[in-house]
């Protein structure tokens, strides 16, 4: 009898694939960019791809490095590539695959043993240096401080050049940016002098060391001759400049993204990179995928119309997808008066689905900030949902599974021969911990069977997958994923960021607190920023197969001021027959308050728009230099107050000033924010700023 796994060598890897997959899987070697849509099947088709070009004999496996943005994504493609039959492709993170070479490497380069990566510390290292540079070291502040040094990383720029590419840039992190120039410059000395590498220096190091010794650089170029990147789209400067020091010229290079999912640009992600390949490249093959197997039509079309109110879009940038489902149900939205009341309804809803016949690891609750997580995990424990949190506690992490792997281990080493069938001995080697053939009642209980269930589901994975498995080649799958932090599924709710469900999908997908101030959200000022909004919100739409549910509320808590609107985003979308498609003209928030756009005279809801006068997607005629003479006033008066930026005035009131430019202290007084003390403390220096020549 043939195995599964032999019959994975065997089977032709274009087989199954649709045309344009086809086109994709079997282009010749070179340069290949592939433009796929959201769930047009990518990841299939680079992972065929691969298996097509060593099937052909056109390159080793060993000789294939494929590069993603997440270790679930790496540890996605390595197990589709096994399914395949390829084994000896590499498939890691792009900082994963540049920590295995500076270790390789570097006893030949520096001679030492490798300096230690920082792992929890980094907050407090960043705290050292403001605190020698004189900057608070509360822990917000040093979330700012090492973000921005990150993004400094990401996008090359060294702390001599940082102040004057972060002006051009309009960074704006609360403090004069030769001081934040100053604590990134005394972090890289603290760090070096402590021989201590973060996640950044993986990849300016490696880089370094291929581009400055040229033996180094054949012998990794003779090892790897091919390579595939994963999500182009959110390449960093960083990034790029690596992968062109693997490439070393050559051009055998397959890239897969989709512009219309560009949601990292905060980190200095671009996609540029992606959008000039061709001209690059002039020679390489362009795939579009544009065929949806993922959502249906319904789903589809709701994401097209999102996406096609983008502004500022290249020409032939953007994807229209097709769906390719079975018709199914249409999304549904909905509004209620507060917070609570819309978790309660989405919890029941939840709750209906999976009485319904829906597996409760298909259901997702997405929302824009994590600090939303909390209402929903009180209103879906009410209606005894289990749920978990997407970013919490790592699986590997946790209690059982640590026992669990230790009890493996040593099964393992007392192994002599191979098990007659692998699920049969993990779950003798389980059920001592808690595994049962049935899931127990009880949060605490039930959360322990499902760590465990897991383990067991990923041991029938491998079973159906590798020929005569062991438990020594199980546990050494278990520590290759608990080092990649790619962990199995478990049951429950997913309640996660939209960043973070970025590459996931679910049957029933609820998108929530779906109101202006959060979606978009209330520090996106500029129509760049909006733009990614709009971005982020389409990769939310698009990560739901069957069921998509919209939701928002009015206020905050039960028996607020319903002064919220709903996103700008879903104008256009909501049926004209739903109240909630009809905007609230909200109340007066006090005299002096405009409560109405001065550009289309619609009423005036979020936060943003009373500051600012107006809608936000109402045309700017904002004064560009006097925002900025604006921005580095408020730099100066917090330094001196020793304060955050914010609490001198936010941005969104610095905005409301550089476009209403108000000429005296009565049209200072109008603008939402400014009360009577900030106007006696700050008036006269606003209007001087307002005043003085540009």
Known sequence: ???????????????????????????PRGPVCILAGAGTGKTRTITHRIAYLVRQGHVAATQVLAVTFTARAAGELRTRLRHLGVDGAQARTFHAAALRQLRYFWPRVVGDSPWDLIDGNKLRLVGHAANKVGLPTETEVLRDLAGEIEWAKACLVAPDDYPAVARARRRDVGHPVERVADVYRTYEQLKNDRRLLDFDDLLLHTTAVLEENRGIAEEFRNQYRCFVVDEYQDITP?????????????????????????????????PRPLLDFTRRYPDATVVRLERDYRSTPQIVELANRVISGARGRPAGSGLRLVGQRPDGPQPVFAEYDDEPAEA????????????????????????????????????????????????????FARSEVRQAMSALRAAAAAESEGPDDLTTAVKRVLAPLGLSDRQPAGGAARERWSGLHALYELAEDLAATVEKPTLMRYVAELDQRASAQHPPTVDG???????????????????????????????????????????????????AREHLSLTWSLSRTPGGRPHRRRSRF?????????????????????????????V??????????????????CPSDIDEKLLERLKQWRSERARELNVPAFVVFT???????????????????????????KLKRFGDDILAVVNEDG
Not at 504 to 526: K, M, S
């Open 600 to 617: 289309c005279e619609r009423g005036l809801g979020s936060a943003l728009e009373i500051k600012i006068g107006r809608c936000v997607d």
């Open 344 to 395: 309660a309804a989405v919890a029941q809803r939840i709750r209906d689905l999976v009485g319904s016949g829906i597996p409760v690891n298909e259901i997702a609750v997405l929302f824009r900030v994590n600090a939303q997580s909390e209402v929903y995990e009180r209103a879906l424990s009410d209606v005894g949902v289990p749920y978990q949190v997407h970013g919490g506690e790592r699986f």
């Open 651 to 677: 941005d969104a009131t610095l905005l409301a000033i550089a476009e209403q430019r108000p000429l005296d202290a009565r049209g200072l007084a109008e603008i939402s924010g400014i009360g009577a003390t």
């Open 493 to 543: 709710v997913t309640l996660a960021s939209l960043h973070a469900a970025k590459g996931l999908e679910w049957d029933a997908v609820f998108l929530v607190g779906l109101a202006e101030g959060t979606v978009p959200i209330q520090h996106a000022t500029t129509e760049e920023a909006v733009e990614e909004e709009r971005r982020l919100f389409y990769v939310g739409v698009t990560r």
């Open 570 to 598: 879903l104008h256009g979308l909501v049926p004209e027959d739903q109240p909630s498609a009809r905007p609230r003209r909200p109340s007066r928030r006090r005299a002096g308050t405009k409560t109405s756009c001065r």
């Open 238 to 270: 960083a990034q790029q400049r690596l992968l062109d020091a693997w490439l070393g010229g050559r051009d055998d290079v397959t890239v897969v993204g989709d512009a219309n999912q560009t949601i990292y640009s905060f980190g200095g992600a671009s």
């Open 1 to 27: 009898m043939v195995s599964t796994h032999r019959l994975n060598r065997l089977r032709d890897p274009l087989e199954g694939l649709d045309p344009e997959q086809r086109a994709a899987a079997s282009a």
